[in-house]
C-alpha cells in the first residue's frame, strides 16, 4: 500500500401490542425470489485463514487472509465474550426471538422478517468484499454454537448465513403510531443529557509532535456493547476501533495507517408524515397527481414458542409510492416517507472509509449517504482536520411539521423527492487555529473562529444551540497552545464543572444572604472552599450536584439569562430565583448530612466505579452540568453512586509515520464476572489513564497474549 505523488491505491396481553408494534415498522417491498444466495463457507477453512492475538487488556488483533475470513474471527471473538448477545441481534434481524423464547420476545419480529427479505432481494447488489464479511460473520456464529452448544437451548441450530447479517444493517424506520395522531401536550420528551458523545480533531500546527490528533468519546451506557478490535488484511485492510456487538459494522469508528473518525450523534429530520386521499370508489386506491393508483398490500406472518409448539400471528401492511401507510381511514391515508426507507447499504460505506487511504476516498465513501446521521469528526495522515454535519436529509418542499401534523398530498412534488447534497451539508475542513470540537450540539460553532450562520441553512436544519459541555470544550481547546497526545488526553480527562462556575457566586451571595445558622452556614463554607471541579477529592460538588438536582426542576428555566446565540459562550448564566436558591440549598445541607454523614464529603467517596474486585473513586458529572467528563451514576445499596454509563471508551490516536495511540474501555472486552477481561481496565479508567494502542504486529507478539486460531480443531503453529 504504498503511497505515489499523494495518492493511494484502494486502502485499506400481546397480540394487541405486537400487531401495533407491527404497524410501527411498516416498511416493506414485493416479495421476490432472491437472486443471489450466500454462499455457506467451511469454518474449519475459514479458522485456517486467519490468527488471532488476545493481548494483555484481551483486544483481539486479528490478522486474516481475506474479507471472509476477516468476518468470521470477528464473529468468533465477539461470541467468545458475548455469545448470546451476539446470537440474539442475528435471530432479532431475521424476525425470529419468537419463535426460539415465546411471545413476549418477539416485539421486533415483524420489522425482522422485513428486514431480512430485503437483505434477500438486495444481496447481490452489496459489494464482494462486504458480502465476504456478512457470510464469514455468519460462519463464525455457526462455528461458535456449534463447538459450544452447552450455552445454548438444545437442538438450537440456527444456520445463520449472509442475509441475517446483512439483515442487520438495513434500516427499518421506526414509528409509533400512537403519538403520531394523539393531540399535542406541549410537553417535548426530556432526553438523557448524558448520551452523547464528545470528539476532537487538531491540526498539525496545535500538535507538538506536527502531527494531527483524533479524539472519539462516545458516552452510552456500560451495556452498549462498544468492542475494541484490530483487523489486519495484508494489503486490503489494517483498522483499530470500535465494533458494536452483534455484527461486523455497527457504528465504527477508529482509524487505519492513513486516518481515523469519530462519530457524535446529531438529530436530523429523516422523515416526513404526508396524508393522502383514497379513492371515493375503492379504498385500496388512492388519488395522487390526478390519478389512482393501487395501494401495495403484504402479509407478514412471524411465529412464537408456545407451551405445546409453535403458534402464529401476522399483520398486513400497506405502502403507496411516497412510503409506508401508517394509518388508515376512510377518506385518508397517512404515510410516512423517511430518508431511510430500507437503506441496506451502511455496513459497505463503513467498509470503504475503513479502507479509504486520503480524505477524497474517504469522502467518496461518505456521498453514498448510507450512513443516515451521526456528525463525523475526521483527521488524517496528511494533516487533514474536517468536520461534517451528517445526515440523509430531505430536501423538503414545505416548513418542517411536527408529528401530529401531516401534510396533504396532491401532487409528487407536494412532498420531497431528494436529499439535501453532501457538500450543502454543514462541513469544516482545516479551520483557523487548527481545532474541530463537537458535543452533539449543531454545528455552526464547531470552530468559533469561524463560525456558520445558521441563516445560510433551510429552517429543517438544526437550530443554533451550544450547551454548558460543548462550552466547556470550547474553553479547553480555543487557544493556539501547543499539546502533545499526552496533553490532549490529560485535558480530555479535566473535572471542571462548567454550571458550577457560571452561577456558584450567585448561589453563594443569594446563601449568604439568607443569614444561614448552623449546619447551612457550614455548608456556606464548603461551597466557598470548593474548587468547582467534580474531581475524585473535591469536597464541595456533591453538596452542590444535590442542591441543583432539587433546584433544577424547570431546565433552562432555572437560570436568570437563557441561552442567546448572541452569548453563545458565556449563556445561560444567573439564578433566575435567587430566594428559591437558598431554600432548596438548606434542603441540600440536610440530604448530603443524612446520606453521606458529612457536609463537604470527598467526590470520590460517594461517586466510585465499581466492577469485580475494583471499588475506587471516580470523577466526572453530567453533561447538563457542563462537564466533558461525563459519566452516568446509579445507587447502590449502601447509597453510594455507581457509575454505569456515558464516558467509557476513548480512543485517542496521533497519525505520525506509524499511527500512536492510546484507548480504554471502562467496562472491559467482556461482560462475564469470570473473565479476566471483565474489571482490568476499571481504575485505569477511574484514574483517567488510557492503556497503549498495539499495532505493529511485533509489538502485538511481544505483548505474550495468547494467539490462536477460532473454531479451529487443530492447535496455532506460528
Known amino acids: 500500500m504504498e503511497r505515489a505523488n499523494g495518492k493511494s491505491e484502494a486502502r485499506f396481553p400481546f397480540a394487541d401490542s405486537i400487531r401495533r408494534l407491527a404497524l410501527c415498522t411498516l416498511i416493506f417491498t414485493a416479495t421476490c425470489i432472491p437472486a443471489v444466495t450466500p454462499n455457506e463457507l467451511d469454518p474449519r477453512e475459514l479458522a485456517r485463514d486467519v490468527v488471532v492475538t488476545r493481548t494483555a487488556h484481551g483486544v483481539p488483533h486479528i490478522l486474516a487472509h481475506d474479507f471472509a475470513s476477516a468476518g468470521y474471527a470477528i464473529a468468533y471473538v465477539q461470541c467468545e465474550d458475548y455469545g448470546a448477545q451476539v446470537v440474539n441481534s442475528l435471530l432479532r434481524a431475521r424476525g425470529e426471538m419468537g419463535k426460539y423464547f415465546g411471545r413476549d420476545s418477539m416485539r421486533s419480529d415483524f420489522a425482522g422478517h422485513l428486514a431480512y427479505q430485503r437483505a434477500q432481494e438486495v444481496y447481490g447488489d452489496v459489494d464482494d468484499d462486504a458480502r465476504d464479511v456478512y457470510e464469514g460473520f455468519a460462519a463464525g456464529v455457526n462455528r461458535y454454537i456449534e463447538l459450544h452448544r452447552g450455552e445454548f437451548p438444545p437442538g438450537f441450530r440456527p444456520n445463520f448465513t449472509g442475509y441475517d447479517v446483512l439483515a442487520k444493517d438495513v434500516e427499518v424506520p421506526p414509528t409509533n403510531q400512537a403519538s403520531r395522531f394523539a393531540p399535542p401536550t406541549g410537553v417535548a420528551p426530556h432526553a438523557d443529557p448524558n448520551d452523547g458523545s464528545n470528539a476532537w480533531a487538531f491540526a498539525p500546527s496545535r500538535v507538538t509532535s506536527g502531527h494531527a490528533v483524533l479524539l472519539r468519546n462516545p458516552h452510552l451506557a456500560w451495556t452498549a456493547g462498544y468492542y475494541e478490535a484490530h483487523i489486519i488484511i495484508p494489503g486490503l485492510l489494517n483498522f483499530y476501533g470500535d465494533l458494536r456487538i452483534g455484527g461486523p459494522f455497527t457504528v465504527v469508528g477508529g482509524f487505519n495507517p492513513y486516518l481515523g473518525w469519530a ?115 475526521y483527521a488524517d495522515v496528511d494533516g487533514n482536520i474536517y468536520y461534517v454535519w451528517n445526515a440523509s436529509l430531505p430536501s423538503l418542499p414545505h416548513p418542517p411539521t411536527g408529528d401530529s401534523m401531516p401534510i396533504p398530498v396532491r401532487e409528487t412534488t ?30 455552526y460553532y464547531t470552530n468559533m473562529f469561524q463560525p456558520l450562520d445558521p441563516r445560510g441553512y433551510p429552517p429543517y436544519f438544526p437550530p443554533p444551540h451550544l450547551g454548558l459541555r460543548s462550552q466547556l470544550a470550547i474553553s479547553l481547546i480555543h487557544n493556539n497552545r501547543k499539546m502533545s497526545l499526552e496533553e490532549i488526553i490529560t ?57 441543583w438536582r432539587r433546584y433544577d426542576v424547570r431546565g433552562d428555566s432555572s437560570f436568570a439569562v437563557l441561552w442567546d446565540p448572541a452569548q453563545p459562550l458565556t449563556t445561560p448564566r444567573g439564578l433566575r430565583n435567587p430566594a428559591r436558591a437558598a431554600v432548596v440549598f438548606g434542603r441540600a445541607v440536610t440530604d448530603v448530612i443524612q446520606r453521606y454523614g458529612s457536609v463537604d464529603v470527598a467526590w470520590g467517596d460517594v461517586h466510585r466505579v465499581r466492577r469485580g474486585d475494583v471499588d475506587v473513586p471516580v470523577g466526572g458529572c453530567a453533561s447538563d452540568e457542563g462537564c466533558f467528563r461525563v459519566l452516568t451514576y446509579a445507587p447502590a445499596a449502601d447509597g453510594k453512586l455507581v457509575a454505569t454509563g456515558s464516558d467509557g471508551w476513548i480512543l485517542a490516536v496521533e497519525f505520525a509515520d506509524e499511527p500512536r495511540a492510546f484507548s480504554i474501555l471502562a467496562y472491559g472486552e467482556s461482560p462475564h464476572p469470570y473473565s479476566p477481561w471483565y474489571s482490568d481496565q476499571a481504575a485505569m479508567f477511574a484514574r483517567g489513564e488510557l492503556k497503549p494502542v498495539l499495532w505493529n504486529l511485533d509489538d502485538i507478539r511481544r505483548d505474550g497474549g495468547r494467539t490462536y486460531r477460532p473454531g479451529s480443531d487443530a492447535k496455532y503453529e506460528p
Open 263 to 377: 462519530t457524535t450523534n446529531n438529530d436530523p429530520i429523516l422523515w416526513q408524515l404526508y396524508s393522502l386521499e383514497t379513492d371515493a370508489a375503492d379504498s385500496m386506491r388512492y388519488v395522487l397527481d390526478g390519478k389512482t393508483h393501487a395501494l401495495s398490500k403484504q402479509t407478514v406472518v412471524a411465529e412464537f414458542k408456545t407451551a405445546t409448539g409453535m403458534g402464529k400471528d401476522s399483520v398486513v401492511l400497506y405502502r403507496t409510492s411516497l412510503g409506508p401507510v401508517v394509518k388508515r381511514t376512510r377518506t385518508t391515508l397517512y404515510v410516512m416517507k423517511a430518508a431511510n426507507d430500507m437503506e441496506y447499504r451502511g455496513g459497505e460505506q463503513f467498509l470503504r472509509m475503513m479502507r479509504s487511504g486520503t480524505l477524497d476516498e474517504w469522502k467518496a465513501a461518505m456521498r453514498m449517504r448510507a450512513r443516515i446521521n451521526s456528525s463525523f469528526t
Open 414 to 443: 407536494d412532498a420531497w423527492t431528494h436529499l439535501v447534497p453532501y457538500d450543502s451539508l454543514p462541513q469544516f475542513l482545516n479551520p483557523p487555529w487548527g481545532y474541530i470540537h463537537n458535543e452533539n450540539d449543531a454545528p
Open 491 to 547: 485535558l480530555k480527562h479535566s473535572y471542571r464543572m462548567l454550571l458550577a462556575e457560571r452561577i456558584g457566586d450567585e448561589l453563594i451571595a443569594a446563601v449568604r444572604a439568607s443569614h444561614p445558622t448552623g449546619e447551612v452556614a457550614r455548608g456556606l463554607e464548603v461551597l466557598e472552599q470548593w474548587d468547582r471541579t467534580a474531581a475524585p477529592d473535591s469536597r464541595g460538588g456533591v453538596l452542590f450536584d444535590t442542591w
